[in-house]
């Protein structure tokens, strides 16, 4: 992970026998290879089951265009939210002490706790036919539920947490006194967040909105319950996947969940360059102290 | 010299008005009223003929050494270090600006996106009255759902604390070929759409798959199965258990295991006496993480539990076919339930974390 580790690695005494490291490393590999390598190469194999037209039909076929593009709008309306939520919730928390902090800071994590179902599910209490304010949208000709409001809504409230907790953390541990620096100096409060704050906490808030991002895109259990799952209307790219997957379409299945699968990667590679980058920049920090 | 002092060596600190006078400052530390950790900044200055006699002179700590005094031009620069107290809650506030609105923002959007529509179930399930909620709660599907995800996550939790310590040690411990890329992909499941991960597990695990064949020559059936939910639940939980047990690893003293083994103790009661004890509340953190996410997870379990009623249907999937059948008041009755049960889990890991924190600060 960083490279101080393998310089302060003692040998002797606190190492362990190596038929044990061995046998442990063995029988990790072997466990994450059950579980992670082996379901991440059967996606790709599938996917090209029936070679490589097949996959590119797969794509480009107009239901799964329209459900790519519902997902890319989903993604795009409820990110942006969560962002400026993300960012709004960390400046309080990591640079204020106020009365039931911690109470918000376990809020803020509370869609995590919600099952994904039960998430879709309080959106068609509230705006579904018989729910609290169905009467009342139906009377003025609004579709939330089964339409693509109701799957934004759903995603929004999914991805609520990762921006702002990738970024409360990265502000606590920067502390505030180039912001009071900039203060000091006459910059007014804009200028000292567009120039101070934003350009320090960039990577964290990059990884914050690729995680959210990947989170949007692939909500699958919300955005089910809500969509009704109209094809080429409602249905986004996961619940593309399931209708492909249960008309025993695997090969398509497959092909579109290829596409969701390298997001997920790029994820992953988004989060390992900022570990060690971030790795990077503490130990430049502990070499300057 | 502590590090927020603007004003090293011989560039003169900036003139600007004094904020709040010194003397206050000190007066107000004496009270002791709000720690932070993160500040180490500077907090005032104040013109010399401002400070009470004998308040301080020259460079120097304050009596109850929170803050420390430098001298310039006739001016007194107050500074306090990381993790003194604080000069006041109003000053702090005072310092940046954007306080309000970015608190309001916060929670504005918070009642309206999350808090506003969860309370929806809670309504709804009150105005159902007690007779109609029991008894949706203890039909005998209902309880037979329950029982299967409490059992599964717990088998999969379990699973995952041990495999996640396993896996967290290695990581941090020993170093082989490939050890970065396997670092990273231990957050597949969590960046994985949870319904490409159950097409892949089912398609594995099926009969015809990698795995689900050797399996079915053992005579064994995972997927349509409670064996393929556990797999499933499994899967998802593993990022959580290894993720919060690595950092706590990584940061262990080595000198303590040394000194363990100075004192003639062996490898085994190394572990055991040494590294294990700091280590526990990380790894149950990591099981009840893992525990709350498989208890409410529908995406990856559907494709593979074959949704037989009484056999593999797990407590969010019936809510998901009480909600298809128009059934809405069944379908709270069980959130409410499946909700209690998330919210309790989190109660315990914000306790076990605490706590953690605690001790990791000792």
């Known amino acids: ?289 | 010299m502590p590090r927020g002092f603007c004003g090293h060596g011989s560039a003169p600190p900036p003139a600007v008005q004094p904020r709040t006078p010194l003397t206050r400052i000190i007066h107000q530390n004496n009270e002791k009223k709000s720690y932070c950790q993160a500040w180490h900044g500077f907090v005032g200055i104040a013109p010399e003929n401002t400070l009470p006699p004998g308040a301080c002179s020259g460079n120097g700590v304050s009596p109850d050494k929170r803050l420390l005094f430098l001298k310039y031009s006739g001016e007194y620069f107050g500074l306090n270090e990381r993790r003194f107290a604080l000069p006041s809650r109003r000053l702090r506030r005072g310092v940046l600006p954007g306080f309000g609105p970015a608190l309001g923002l916060s929670l504005f959007y918070l009642c309206l996106l999350v808090l506003l529509p969860l309370s929806t179930i809670f309504l709804r399930s009150s105005t159902m009255g007690w007779q109609a909620f029991w008894e949706a709660v203890t039909a005998p599907r209902v309880i037979a759902s329950y029982r299967l995800s409490l059992l599964a996550s717990l088998g999969a939790a379990l699973i995952n604390a041990f495999f996640g310590f396993l896996v967290a040690w290695v990581l941090v411990r020993y170093r082989f070929p490939g050890r970065d890329i396997v670092d990273a992909l231990v957050d597949l499941p969590f960046a994985l759409p949870t319904a490409v991960a159950g097409i892949a597990l089912t398609a594995i695990y099926g009969p015809e798959g990698w795995l689900g064949r050797p399996l079915a020559h053992l005579g064994v059936q995972a997927v349509f199965n409670p064996l393929g939910i556990l797999i499933a639940l499994t899967f998802i939980g593993l990022p959580f258990a290894v993720r919060t047990v690595q950092p706590v690893l990584e940061g262990l003293d080595k000198a303590e295991e040394e000194t363990a083994a100075s004192l003639g103790a062996s490898r085994w009661q190394t572990f055991r006496r040494v590294i294990l004890p700091p280590v526990l509340p990380a790894v149950l953190t990591g099981f009840a993480l893992a525990f709350a996410r498989a208890l409410g997870e529908y995406g990856s379990v559907v494709f593979i539990s074959g949704n037989m009623p009484m056999r593999t249907e797990v407590a969010p999937l019936l809510i998901m076919t009480k909600l298809e059948q128009f059934d809405t008041e069944g379908a709270t009755a069980i959130a409410v339930v499946l909700l209690g049960l998330s919210f309790a889990l989190l109660l315990a890991i914000n306790l076990l974390q605490a706590r953690q924190q605690r001790l990791a600060g000792q």
């Open chain 1, 1 to 289: 992970m960083n490279a101080t580790k393998t310089k302060t690695l003692p040998d002797g005494v606190t190492e362990d026998p190596p038929w044990i490291r061995r046998l442990l490393i063995a029988t990790a590999l072997l466990f994450l290879v059950l579980f992670l390598f082996v379901p991440l190469a059967a996606i790709f194999k599938e996917a090209f089951s029936n070679g490589l037209a097949e996959y590119w039909w797969a794509l480009s076929d107009p239901d799964a265009l329209a459900a790519i593009r519902l997902t890319l709008l989903a993604t795009v309306i409820a990110v942006p939210l969560n962002l400026i939520f993300g960012i709004a919730a960390s400046w309080a928390i990591a640079n204020f002490e106020f009365r039931g902090k911690s109470v918000l800071v376990s809020l803020i994590d509370l869609p995590l706790a919600v099952s994904p179902v039960i998430a879709g599910m309080v959106f068609v209490l509230l705006f579904g036919t018989n729910g609290l304010l169905g009467a009342w949208l139906e009377a003025h000709h609004l579709k939330i539920i089964f339409a693509t409001p109701g799957i934004v809504l759903a995603t929004a409230f999914v991805t609520f947490p990762f921006v702002a907790r990738e970024l409360i953390p990265v502000m606590q541990a920067r502390g505030s006194e180039e912001e009071e620096a900039a203060l000091v100096l006459g910059a007014s409060g804009w200028q000292m967040f567009w120039r101070v704050t934003l350009p320090n906490i960039r990577w964290g808030l990059l990884y914050g909105t690729i995680l959210c991002c990947a989170r949007a895109m692939g909500e699958f259990g919300a955005v089910s319950v809500v969509s009704g799952h109209i094809r080429g209307l409602t249905n986004t790219m996961t619940l593309h996947v399931e209708i492909l997957y249960n008309e025993y379409n695997f090969a398509a299945a497959f092909a579109v969940a290829s596409l969701l699968t390298l997001l997920a990667l790029v994820t992953l590679a988004a989060k390992s360059l900022l570990a060690r980058r971030s790795g990077r920049a503490g130990q430049d920090s502990e070499e300057l102290a």
